[in-house]
């Protein structure tokens, strides 16, 4: 039976919630990587993860979920934050006696990962401050944002650390403990009433640990929060802050209760407890007896049956703020972290200056000989530009793989929108590309020679331009869709090879075989390689150039030579307009892409 849905205000946030699981199982099908499949034929393998898990979560109290690995831990805090969508599963998940809108409650909840997904190069309190302003109301009120982050700053105990950053492999930052507890607070800067952790102590200390689990249990007792977490091996101390425990093995549920309840039932089963291991980590080594004797009503067969019969409807995340405000802030979070890329900002930068000051030299002096080799070597040296353009920008694939990890989970808890996200990216990487292209145009073009004109200078500029900024595109549209950086650099090499091939330069347009042509004109080297022709050898001055000369008489000139490519005039501005629309396109194929992402994740 499907059960009603209330729709709430994604601004109440003043109502504590009760979380409820009922008879709740979860079957997981994967495709098998086999003969099968390469047939066109489904090939799945399949698991049972939770079998009619019964449990509940309360304000003011912490439930922690333990068992062994693969027990279904993560699963289960997956269903309750929300992530996996309800139509994968078997039975109920009820919020204050009501079934889950997944899209509300996202934005009401907070859910922290095992993954400490942060950026290393933002401090402590720049952190804080962008998630403030993203996830609450009027982000725009820095004010509000900033009051909530000091008092934030005080409950972690992060306040000798606020002007830290974060740090990561390449650069220390803050300690194990305090990553945790800023992760922790990523999530708590919108004040959600209800708190889901993946192992919040997982790989600290003890005394980090008890320092981190004794913040969370001052929230659940003093401001009524229901927390939800995960845990492995707790020490005595933490042990005893926990309110509830669910013990799972397999997916089952062994233990609901308190932890007094499960002594007795250990005792009850004549197990007795040795003075150095405490009531929970004995437990998980002999769950096996604890487990009722009675079978569960349905088998996995069963419940995969009924997974066909669940129709859960979903609502839309509501956001905090309005499109124009989501781009304002993450420009500011990326312009921070693209300036603060040291490595990637003046490599970059000596690279483009270096290269056109090298280009400049090599083909200053070449093709004086005589005007055919000169024309030659011109020709040649724009099909080089491009190789090096196009080639060059791969660099920002690293950087968009680790934000795109962030993205999936701030995107999936409401915090913004995709296209808000690529939009102020491409805004960020506009200025910046623009200063690149000049430092390389600059000395090349009159190192080499081209038109001593201002305007074919600036033409040729805004050429360099787009060309970077269509490679930049091409990069963060793949990087959206391809798995790891090895999969990525081999793909986008392989197709920016099979655009210099196709571009016209190798292989004319006509004798490009019909079912490769298509080929040609998605080459991103066609367009501004034809540009660059036309700027040199178009207009009034450069169609009466004389381009080879044979027996004294000028044997060609640049309206033959234009002719001879199939070029006119007209193309000069139309291949900006295809330039700039395959800007537009990869872009729009990357929000395709990564709200194909975030949906599997929230949807």
């Known amino acids: 039976m499907e059960l009603p849905i209330?729709?709430?205000?994604?601004?109440?946030?003043?109502i504590h919630y009760t979380i409820k699981a009922l008879n709740l199982s979860y079957w997981l099908s994967r495709r098998v990587d086999d003969f099968k499949w390469f047939l066109w034929k489904e090939a799945t393998a399949s698991k049972c993860i939770l079998k009619n898990v019964n449990c509940e979560a309360r304000p003011g109290e912490i439930l922690a979920i333990a068992g062994p690995s693969g027990a279904g831990k993560t699963t289960l805090l997956e269903v309750l934050a929300g992530i996996i969508p309800l139509s994968r599963l078997s039975g109920n998940v009820l919020v204050n006696?009501?079934?889950?809108?997944?899209?509300?409650?996202?934005?009401?909840s907070g859910y922290v990962t095992q993954d400490q997904l942060?950026?290393?190069?933002?401090?402590?309190?720049?952190?804080?401050?962008?998630?403030a302003r993203l996830r609450m109301h009027d982000g725009q009120q820095h004010n509000k944002a900033a009051v909530r982050v000091k008092e934030l700053l005080k409950e972690l105990g992060l306040e000798e650390v606020a002007n830290v950053r974060i740090g990561g492999e390449s650069n220390r930052?803050?300690?194990?403990?305090q990553k945790r507890r800023v992760s922790i607070g990523v999530d708590l800067v919108h004040d959600p009433t209800v708190l889901l952790i993946d192992e919040p102590t997982s790989g600290l200390d003890s005394a980090s640990a008890f320092h981190v689990v004794?913040?969370?249990?001052?929230?659940?007792?003093?401001?009524?929060?229901?927390i939800v977490l995960t845990v492995h091996?707790?020490?005595?101390?933490?042990?005893?802050?926990?309110?509830?425990?669910?013990l799972l093995s397999n997916g089952t549920v062994i233990h609901h209760g308190t932890l007094h309840l499960l002594e007795q039932r250990l005792q009850f089963a004549g197990h007795s407890i040795p003075c150095h291991v405490n009531v929970l980590e004995f437990a998980i080594e002999v769950t096996q007896d604890l487990v009722v004797s009675t079978e569960e009503s349905e088998d996995c067969e069963d419940i995969r049956r009924n997974l066909q019969l669940s129709n859960v409807k979903e609502n839309n995340i509501c956001y905090a703020n309005p499109l124009f405000m989501e781009v304002l802030i993450l420009c500011q979070r990326f312009s921070n972290n693209i300036y603060r890329t040291k490595q990637l900002f003046i490599a970059r930068t000596i690279q483009a200056l270096a290269a056109g000051i090298v280009l400049g030299t090599i083909f200053m002096n070449a093709g004086n000989d005589s005007m055919r080799s000169k024309l030659q070597t011109q020709i040649g040296f724009f099909a080089f530009s491009l190789t090096f353009l196009l080639s060059s920008t791969t660099e920002g694939l690293p950087i968009y793989l680790q934000e795109r990890r962030i993205l999936m989970k701030e995107t999936s808890r409401g915090a913004y929108r995709v296209s808000s996200y690529v939009i102020s990216n491409t805004m960020?990487?506009?200025?910046?590309?623009?200063f690149v292209a000049l430092l390389y145009t600059f000395p090349v073009y009159w190192l080499v020679g081209l038109r001593r004109e201002i305007n074919a200078f600036l033409y040729f500029s805004l050429v360099v331009w787009l060309v970077v900024l269509m490679s930049n595109s091409f990069v963060a549209c793949f990087s959206a869709l391809v798995p790891n950086f090895i999969m990525g650099t081999s793909l986008i090499a392989g197709l920016v090879g099979s655009f210099f091939l196709f571009s016209g330069y190798f292989i004319s347009k006509e004798d490009i075989p019909k079912y490769w042509i298509f080929m040609h004109y998605l080459s991103l080297f066609k367009y501004p390689f034809e540009c660059f022709m036309l700027n040199e050898y178009g207009g009034e001055k450069?169609?009466?150039?004389?381009?080879?000369?044979?027996e004294g008489q000028c044997y060609l000139n640049g309206e033959g030579f234009l002719k001879q490519q199939g070029l006119n005039e007209s193309q000069k501005w139309s291949n900006i307009v295809v330039m700039l629309s395959f800007i537009v396109g990869y872009r729009f194929l990357s929000i395709l892409l990564l709200s194909y992402r975030s949906c599997r994740t929230k949807c």
Do not use: W
């Not at 209330?6 to 003043?14: Q, V």
């Not at 004794?214 to 229901?226: H, N, V």
């Not at 450069?542 to 044979?550: A, Y």
């Open 6 to 14: 209330k729709a709430l205000d994604c601004r109440d946030t003043e």
């Open 97 to 108: 006696n009501e079934a889950m809108d997944p899209g509300h409650f996202r934005r009401v």
């Open 118 to 131: 942060l950026f290393p190069l933002l401090t402590v309190e720049e952190t804080l401050m962008y998630s």
């Open 173 to 177: 930052g803050i300690s194990g403990g």
């Open 214 to 226: 004794s913040l969370l249990k001052s929230m659940a007792t003093k401001q009524g929060k229901t």
């Open 233 to 246: 091996q707790p020490g005595f101390r933490i042990l005893e802050l926990f309110d509830r425990i669910l």
């Open 428 to 434: 960020v990487f506009m200025p910046f590309l623009l």
């Open 542 to 550: 450069g169609q009466k150039r004389c381009l080879k000369i044979v």
